[in-house]
């Protein structure tokens, strides 16, 4: 019997209303986010947790052909209970999960110890393998049973902490079933799966046209003194804009289940937040740290993409320019990457088609920094320090990787392989004088170096790199990857 049928006899007990509204479940019952096919995160705690009546006591094993494990717990007088089990590695072993109490039993089969990855954002992270590029091919060739997917499925804003996850079950990859899962998300753990050859766990809770607010938990607002005005508008109740709903709603009833980490495409609803989503991300990082029990949680964002909105074509930028420049100095939080996609916009369409690049590059960050992979670089070119030398700045990156190039990405939805233009010249710096007036600048590769100048500039005093909403960088490293664009200014 399917998870999902186990769950129907209880289905008037899902939608419990909140964490600070306990309610005693006379039936044994375990989260929503238990059952077939699921991938259990390895080298961590196993927490398994659920509800049944007041008092009594709750037996878990854990049950492979070779081995058994039993963790027991006690229900509260909420009814509420959690057990734990000892991390376990990942060995391709299929297990069983058996919860029973009393005369009540649970079971689901088909389990497997791997690595789960939490895949979240607003609509370009929600964006369905169906919407994104090459849609039919991708699909028929969608057969990988190793990649298990759970996808929250409703958009739902709450007042209050759920307690449990909507209702859904984990679904192997194939063409049946990845047309209606995140493109992002799909094509992070294809490349995943198939240069680790394990078992991988997506889950999806996306919720489209949010802001990063209603996603944080308040606790990771209280742990950023730079905002220390929203947790004040949040304890007096004025708090505008949903704050902290999303996450009460889609991502509370989650918690605390193990995962190795979160992917996260968001930042067109704060594009006017500027550098403040510096430490809004901050907060969001934060925050999941805590409620998922885990200070080390790995956490790789998108930084946004070059789209035509608000583009002001001026060499002081503009328009999305200070979000992304957010974006790259939340890099400053241990533990996190950011897939740079400044190469693969478009002009008129805020979702982007090619989503195949963007779920490799996020990939590329967890195998090197999740997976010790050292035959690729993590991600392109990161601004670093820059020196000013008379009448010409030097920029040194971090992530050079190969060496640096001139390069460009083309084809449909920019899906062909970088190749280089060596004749060509570096697009999109521009240099500030000593007056703060702004002014394009000629760039040129020196070893692992960018030198600037403009001749209308004596004494440079900053440099930007592609600080506008659309603008059409070709500087890479010649692993292939663009780097991010910049602003030196404080």
Not at 52 to 69: F, I, Q
Not at 230 to 236: G, T
Not at 305 to 313: E, I, L, S
Not at 424 to 453: C, M, P, R, Y
Request: net charge negative; with cysteine.
């Amino acid at each position: 019997m399917s998870s999902l049928l186990i769950r129907t006899a209880f289905i008037y007990a899902v939608f419990v209303s909140s964490l600070c509204a306990p309610q005693a479940h006379a039936e044994l019952r375990v989260a929503n986010l238990f059952g077939d096919h699921m991938v259990l995160q390895q080298n961590q705690p196993i927490r398994v947790w659920g509800w049944a009546e007041p008092g009594s006591k709750v037996t878990v094993d854990l049950t492979s052909s070779d081995d058994e494990s039993t963790a027991t717990a006690n229900v509260n007088q909420d009814g509420k209970w959690l057990t734990e089990f000892k991390p376990r590695k990942a060995e391709g072993k299929k297990l069983s999960l058996s919860i029973h109490s009393g005369n009540e039993r649970i079971k689901f089969d088909d389990i497997l110890m791997g690595e789960v990855w939490i895949c979240s954002g607003q609509s370009n992270m929600e964006w369905r393998v169906t919407q994104a590029a090459n849609p039919q091919e991708e699909i028929s060739k969608a057969n990988h049973p190793m990649i298990r997917f759970y996808d929250v499925p409703k958009h739902v804003k709450q007042n209050k902490p759920q307690e449990d996850a909507q209702e859904n079950e984990w679904k192997l990859c194939s063409p049946e079933t990845i047309g209606g899962f995140s493109a992002v998300g799909y094509y992070f753990g294809r490349r995943l799966q198939q240069e680790l050859d394990l078992p991988i766990g997506l889950i999806g809770t996306n919720c489209g046209g949010q802001r990063i607010e209603p996603f944080t938990p308040p606790t990771g607002f209280e742990q950023v003194p730079e905002l220390a005005d929203y947790v004040k508008d949040l304890e007096s109740g004025k708090f505008k804009g949903g704050a902290t709903q999303i996450y009460n709603g889609m991502v509370a009833g989650l918690t605390p289940f193990s995962v190795q980490g979160a992917i996260w495409y968001q930042g067109e609803s704060n594009a006017g937040d500027g550098l403040r989503y510096n430490f809004l991300k901050e907060a969001l990082v934060k925050g999941w740290r805590s409620v998922f029990k885990n200070e080390n949680l790995s956490f790789y964002w998108v930084q946004l993409a070059d789209f035509g909105r608000g583009h002001t074509g001026q060499p002081a930028g503009g328009g999305w320019g200070p979000v992304r420049e957010g974006q790259r100095r939340a890099l400053r939080i241990p533990n996190t990457g950011m897939a740079v996609i400044i190469d693969i916009g478009a002009e008129k369409d805020i979702h982007p088609k090619n989503k195949q690049d963007v779920g490799g590059r996020l990939a590329q960050l967890a195998l090197v920094k999740n997976y010790g992979r050292e035959n690729m670089e993590a991600c392109g070119p990161l601004y670093r320090s820059h020196q000013i030398d008379g009448n010409q700045i030097r920029i040194q990156f971090d992530h050079v990787g190969k060496g640096l190039m001139v390069a460009e990405k083309g084809g449909p939805h920019f899906m062909d392989p970088v190749h280089p233009t060596p004749n060509n010249t570096l697009t999109e710096f521009s240099i500030q004088d000593a007056e703060g007036n702004w002014h394009w600048a000629k760039a040129k590769i020196d070893g692992d170096s960018v030198v600037v100048t403009s001749d209308a500039v004596s004494e440079p005093k900053n440099v930007r790199f592609a600080y506008d909403s659309y603008p059409k960088i070709n500087l890479y490293n010649r692993n292939g990857l663009p780097a991010s664009p910049f602003s030196t200014t404080d």
